[in-house]
């Protein structure tokens, strides 16, 4: 029979209640699967995941895997905070159209990812760049994303030198990956 508020005798029963209620909410804290310690197969499944998000270019969702007080740097920006992120994020796609990402596994331990990446896109007046970079993530126990530094190198290039074909969205699983490219 369900425990009802009007039920309850004094504030003795209702702290028990309380407090079952906070420790049932800790064990069903929201995860980001995979979680630490990474294995090769997980820390690829962790950058195909991560890859997909970015190619949204949504930054509600993408800023979701990351904690409320992660820590950034992406070239000369230090977001700190899920909202810093999610505002940087929006300047980014606001000015980088035609984003399309590829994101490879350099290294990993148990809980940090090393990723190399290129990027592709053009600004509002059609030029076109292509982007290299790699970025160092750590984790928490949770699977969500504390600390992100990326460091970017800018190549501009032709339109009829792009490589990134696929449609806006998620890059197919028969695309050729990052190091097909030869980058």
């Known amino acids: 029979m369900p425990l009802h508020w009007h039920d309850l005798n004094n504030t003795e029963d209702e702290s028990y209640i309380l407090n079952e209620l906070a420790q049932a909410m800790e064990t069903r804290m929201e995860q980001k699967l995979p979680l630490p310690p990474f294995t090769m197969e997980t820390a690829i499944q962790k950058i195909r995941m991560a890859e997909d998000a970015w190619n949204t270019r949504d930054p509600e969702k993408v800023s979701l895997v990351y904690t409320e007080d992660t820590v950034w740097r992406n070239r000369a ?90 449609p806006l969205g998620r890059r197919p699983d028969d695309h050729p990956a990052l190091s097909d490219f030869g980058f």
Not at 96 to 108: N, P, S, V
Not at 118 to 135: I, K, L, V
């Open 77 to 166: 920006e230090f977001p700190n905070g899920r909202e810093q992120v999610k505002e940087f994020l929006r300047r980014k796609w606001a000015k980088e159209l035609d984003y399309r990402l590829i994101k490879e596994l350099w290294a990993f331990t148990d809980n940090r990812i090393a990723v190399r990446f290129a990027y592709e896109c053009h600004d509002d007046s059609g030029n076109w760049t292509r982007s290299f970079g790699n970025e160092n993530w750590e984790f928490n126990e949770n699977g969500f994303m504390m600390r992100r530094f990326a460091s970017i190198n800018d190549l501009p290039i032709k339109e009829i030198e792009r490589k990134f074909f696929w």
